[in-house]
């Protein structure tokens, strides 16, 4: 294809079907295709093109915090987790019926990066993800707290979320402030959209961390009466790898 005919698709934004084209044109195996074989090589590559740019900006724009976390690396065995139910969570049907998952368990547990290999999993699927932690939430809150319009606008964005995963959710108790836009905001997400909540604390400790009163109860039914819980694991998940890390250097030393 001649140089300004690309430039004519560039200008029409089509670079994707330059690089395509382009694909084919410096690829032997094309050479010997029909017109229609190449053009319909030529759209499934277009197709790729275009879903991995979307995957990558989706997973950018995710903030997750293991941006590289992947289902087939969980260790379901040394977490304690039947495998089944894993790949199951990773057909995202959990997402297509706004049901939330609640992950508990001590530090180290690898409870952050199952969520997060859940979330690069909704990527994958196109959902549109995002990851914060508890903390960073409630630093918002406070930071928007004079500006009702910016804050009614952050609290849409968040309940637009096809999948929002709280990392360290009620580690440190929220303030009554707090707490409403919480109620807002699952109220606005109940039924429609799903949340990841990943917590040290069980889930019946919640209402009480939540202040106990009118709100706790509302944000709890929301949360709750449509939630699975994900078995967690017991182990140190984080000591455990670091062990090996250990072992792994010791064992290359002393080799040499």
Not at 9 to 23: C, K, M, N, R, Y
Not at 115 to 134: D, N, P, Q
Request: aromatic letters at 8%; one cysteine or more.
């Amino acid at each position: 294809m001649k140089n300004e005919t690309k430039k004519k698709l560039q200008s029409l934004e089509l670079g994707d079907l330059v690089i395509a084209i382009e694909e084919q044109e410096n690829n032997i195996i094309y050479v010997d295709k029909t017109f229609d074989e190449r053009m319909e090589l030529l759209t499934d590559n277009l197709i790729e093109i275009r879903y991995n740019k979307l995957v990558k900006k989706l997973t950018t724009n995710a903030c997750l915090k293991y941006d590289n976390a992947s289902i087939e690396s969980v260790d379901c065995e040394l977490r304690g987790i039947d495998k089944n139910i894993i790949i199951n969570l990773s057909n995202m049907r959990f997402i297509e019926s706004a049901t939330n998952l609640v992950i508990t368990g001590p530090t180290g547990s690898g409870k952050t990066y199952l969520a997060c290999a859940l979330g690069v999993e909704a990527c994958k699927h196109t959902y549109r993800t995002y990851y914060i932690r508890m903390q960073n939430l409630v630093k918002r809150i406070d930071e928007l707290s004079s500006n009702q319009k910016q804050l009614k606008i952050w609290l849409k964005r968040l309940a637009n979320y096809s999948l929002l995963i709280i990392d360290e959710w009620l580690t440190n108790k929220p303030t009554d402030r707090d707490v409403k836009f919480l109620y807002e905001l699952f109220d606005l997400r109940s039924e429609v959209n799903s949340t990841i909540f990943i917590s040290q604390f069980d889930k019946s400790t919640w209402h009480d961390r939540l202040g106990g009163g009118v709100h706790a109860d509302s944000i709890m039914d929301r949360i709750s009466h449509n939630a699975y819980k994900i078995p967690s694991a017991t182990n140190n998940i984080r000591k455990h790898i670091d062990n090996e890390k250990l072992n792994k250097f010791i064992e290359e030393i002393e080799a040499k």
